[in-house]
């Protein structure tokens, strides 16, 4: 579960779901400043991210932890 001050990054599946795999949002990665509960299931983060042009509030459900990103080759 994402926290905050946590480092994260966009899904594989969000960004594949989505179109934009290949792109700027791919290697974007940024820190949870503020999470929000809207509901039971529906948690958004707040994130600052390393890149401009991005939104900063995100569904945590599109979201991956840094560390977890595995390494390809």
């Given at each position: ?17 989505t179109?934009?795999y ?32 991005i939104?900063?509030?995100?569904n ?14």
């Amino acid at each position: 579960m994402i926290q905050i001050h946590d480092k994260v990054a966009f899904s594989k599946q969000w960004l594949r779901n989505t179109g934009q795999y290949i792109g700027e949002l791919s290697y974007a990665r940024g820190e949870v400043t503020e999470l929000i509960t809207l509901g039971s299931e529906l948690i958004i983060a707040v994130i600052t991210w390393d890149r401009d042009h991005i939104p900063t509030r995100v569904n945590t459900k599109n979201l991956i932890l840094v560390k977890q990103i595995p390494y390809e080759d």
